[in-house]
C-alpha cells in the first residue's frame, strides 16, 4: 500500500511511500471513538489513552480493544468500575479493529497517546513539572471516575496501612532491562535515605527480588501486599491504587504506572523520579 492515511491521539499521519507527515488536529467531538490497546500497553498506557480520548473527543460511545495476551491479561471491566459520561464497550478480540472506520462521527486510533495530552498538544508529564493545579484539577475529576472493581478493593484490605507512608515503585523488569531502562537500584536506596528515618515505605515492584534487595539495604520499614504474586494482575492493580494514598511517591523516570498512581491520588501528592534517559538504547541509537 502506497498511501495510509491513521490517527494518533491528536495527530492525524499521511504515510506516502514510507514517508511520513504528522498534522496536528484540535481536540473536537465525535460520536464514537475506537480504540486499539495492544499487548504491549501496560495499565498506565492504556487509562491515559482512554483518558485522552474521553478528554479530547468528549464521544458519546468509547468502544476499546483491550488486548489479554500480554502481561495485562485480565479484561478491563474485572479491574475497573468506571463512572464516565459515555458508554464503553470493551471487545478482547482484535478482529473488531477491522470493522471500525474514520468518519465524521466516528474516529479509529491506532496508535494512542500514553502520556497525558492537553488541548494545546503539550504532554503533561511530572518529570516536566508543567503539571498546573488547573490542569491537576481539571484531570483529576475525570481520573477519579477510574474506580478499581470490588476484588481489587479487597486485595488492598489485605494490609494494614499505616496513615502516613511514602509509595515506592521500581520498573526494573526484564522487558526495560532490554532496553536499557532498569534504573540502579541503590539511587533507589539514596531517595529512601533522604526521608526521615521513622518513614514507612510502601514498595510496588515486579519482582521478589528487588523487593527483598530494597528491604535488606534500605535501613527503613519496608513494607508489601502479603504474600504478593508479582505475575497477577489483581496485585498490581492493588499496588496501584495503594500508591496513590500515599502522601508521597518515589517512582521510576518513565513508568506510566507511577504517573497513574499520582494522578489518582485525591491529594497533590509529592513525589521525586528517580532515573533518566541517560541509558535508554533508543535514545542511545538516535543520537548517534
Known amino acids: 500500500m502506497f498511501f495510509k492515511k491513521y490517527y494518533h491521539a491528536r495527530w ?10 504528522k498534522k496536528k488536529i484540535k481536540p473536537t467531538h465525535i460520536d464514537t471513538v475506537n480504540l486499539i490497546l495492544g499487548k504491549n500497553f501496560g495499565i498506565g498506557n492504556r487509562i491515559f489513552a482512554i483518558v485522552n480520548a474521553i478528554y479530547g473527543y468528549s464521544p458519546k460511545n468509547l468502544n476499546i480493544y483491550w488486548d489479554k495476551d500480554g502481561w495485562v491479561d485480565e479484561s ?5 468500575e468506571c463512572n464516565f459520561d459515555c458508554k464503553i464497550t470493551e471487545y478482547n478480540d482484535e478482529k473488531i479493529c477491522k470493522t471500525w472506520k474514520n468518519s465524521k462521527n466516528e474516529r479509529t486510533i491506532e496508535s494512542p497517546q500514553t502520556n497525558l495530552l492537553t488541548s494545546d498538544l503539550v504532554e503533561r508529564i511530572l518529570i516536566n513539572n508543567n503539571i498546573t493545579p488547573e490542569i491537576e484539577k481539571g ?10 472493581t470490588e476484588k481489587i478493593k479487597k486485595r488492598i484490605k489485605s494490609i494494614n496501612l499505616p496513615e502516613k507512608f511514602v509509595a515506592l515503585q521500581i520498573r526494573n523488569a526484564p522487558d526495560w532491562q ?12 539514596e531517595a529512601i535515605k533522604k526521608c526521615p ?18 528491604k535488606e539495604n534500605s535501613g527503613c520499614e519496608i513494607i508489601e501486599l502479603p504474600e504478593k504474586n508479582y505475575k497477577s494482575m489483581t496485585d498490581a492493580m492493588a499496588d496501584l491504587y495503594i500508591m496513590s494514598y500515599a502522601q ?3 517512582y521510576s523516570f518513565g513508568s506510566t504506572f507511577g504517573e497513574l498512581a499520582w494522578w489518582l491520588s485525591k491529594t497533590r501528592q509529592e513525589y521525586s523520579i528517580i532515573g533518566s534517559y541517560a541509558n535508554w538504547k533508543w535514545i542511545k541509537e538516535d543520537k548517534k
Do not use: A, H
Open 178 to 189: 532490554l532496553y536499557g531502562r532498569n534504573e540502579s537500584l541503590n539511587s533507589f536506596i
Open 248 to 250: 508521597k511517591g518515589i
Open 12 to 21: 492525524v499521519v499521511y504515510e506516502i511511500f514510507g514517508i511520513k507527515i
Open 197 to 214: 528515618k521513622d518513614t514507612v515505605f510502601y514498595i510496588s515492584s515486579m519482582s521478589k527480588e528487588v523487593s527483598d534487595f530494597i
Open 76 to 80: 478491563f471491566s474485572s479491574l475497573f
Open 139 to 148: 484531570f483529576k475529576e475525570i481520573f477519579s471516575k477510574v474506580q478499581p
